[in-house]
């Protein structure tokens, strides 16, 4: 397999028919493949959608699990100093 491309798996799932149709619908509108409407839908879900939040939520609870975390006062003391400074240089 050439290095540019990405190793892919088969995966076979059950779809509502009515979720198909409007991959169909929108594949024939821009005269692409189903399945590349398909994957394009998946990878914005991972990258952008809630599959990212997921993701980050995961982790951000991981990091929090091994003890890297900020205390929250902490993190107001930063937020407030943060409001001092904007403060101040609109004063200015």
Do not use: C
Request: charged share 35%; no cysteine.
């Amino acid at each position: 397999m050439p290095d540019d491309q990405p190793m892919t798996s088969h995966v076979s799932l059950r779809v509502p028919n009515d979720v198909v149709e409007a991959f169909d619908r929108i594949a024939a509108a821009l005269e692409w493949p189903r399945s590349w409407v398909m994957l394009r839908a998946l990878r914005q879900y991972l990258d952008d959608g809630e599959g990212r939040e997921i993701e980050q939520d995961t982790e951000s609870i991981a990091e929090l699990d091994r003890g890297e975390s900020v205390p929250f006062e902490e993190v107001l003391n930063r937020l407030r100093e943060r409001v001092a400074r904007a403060e101040a240089a609109s004063k200015k």
